[in-house]
């Protein structure tokens, strides 16, 4: 895994780690055997979403952090 980038907002010392991705993650092997010619070209968006909940559960705080890897 490659090092950890800072993100760009509210908190710049959060770290996010990055990784490759490859088509044999996304794609079952079938079709990647039955189209070896093809030029594919990928570009992958990953949201999460993570809530945040206090210790009775009563309210939550819903944050969004999306991440593009091209």
């Given at each position: 895994?490659?090092?950890?980038?800072?993100?760009?907002?509210?908190?710049?010392?959060?770290?996010?780690?990055?990784?490759?991705?490859?088509?044999?993650?996304?794609?079952?092997?079938?079709f990647l055997e039955d189209?070896?010619?093809?030029?594919?070209?990928?570009t992958a968006c990953h949201?999460?979403?993570?809530?945040?909940?206090?210790?009775?559960?009563?309210?939550?705080?819903?944050?969004?952090?999306?991440?593009?890897?091209?």
């Amino acid at each position: 895994m490659s090092k950890p980038k800072p993100t760009k907002g509210k908190d710049e010392e959060f770290l996010r780690p990055r990784r490759s991705i490859t088509l044999t993650e996304f794609f079952p092997r079938s079709f990647l055997e039955d189209n070896p010619k093809e030029i594919l070209e990928v570009t992958a968006c990953h949201v999460v979403s993570v809530v945040e909940v206090d210790n009775n559960y009563a309210s939550s705080e819903e944050v969004e952090h999306s991440n593009e890897i091209k």
